[in-house]
């Protein structure tokens, strides 16, 4: 059974940053792509970033680019993503996703964390 367990969430000023986390079990996952979705409210759930677990190769919303890095420990089985730059619209509930396959931008993935808030005050 595959567990995501996103952690890190907050309230955070304008400006600042977060890092999110996301530990994975249950299954390798070196043939799974592992994604970071958000939601706010009265939205629908968009792409933020992704990363394949075995090449590392990333991919970013235009929106975060620059700002957002997602990476991966192999060792802890946990994909991060760490926000700078944090901005008012970025607050949104953040979902952690995984795959088996290719990185995808919609949210066409197998297993889904229960979500964390980030809240960015202006």
């Known amino acids: 059974q595959v567990q995501l367990v996103e952690s890190g969430g907050g309230l955070v000023q304008a400006g600042g940053s977060l890092t999110l986390s996301c530990a994975a079990s249950?299954?390798?996952?070196?043939?799974?792509?592992m994604g970071w979705f958000r939601q706010a409210p009265g939205k629908e759930r968009e792409f933020v970033a992704a990363?394949?677990?075995?090449?590392?190769?990333?991919n970013y919303a235009d929106s975060v680019k620059g700002r957002f890095t997602i990476s991966r420990d192999n060792a802890k089985n946990t994909v991060y993503l760490q926000m700078n730059r944090l901005k008012p619209e970025d607050t949104a509930v953040y979902y952690c996703?995984?795959?088996?396959?290719?990185?995808?931008?919609?949210?066409?993935?197998?297993?889904w964390g229960q979500g964390t808030q980030v809240t960015v005050s202006s």
């Open positions: 990363i394949s677990w075995r090449s590392g190769n990333t």
């Open positions: 996703a995984a795959r088996d396959g290719v990185i995808l931008t919609r949210p066409r993935y197998d297993y």
């Open positions: 249950g299954r390798t996952f070196s043939s799974y792509a």
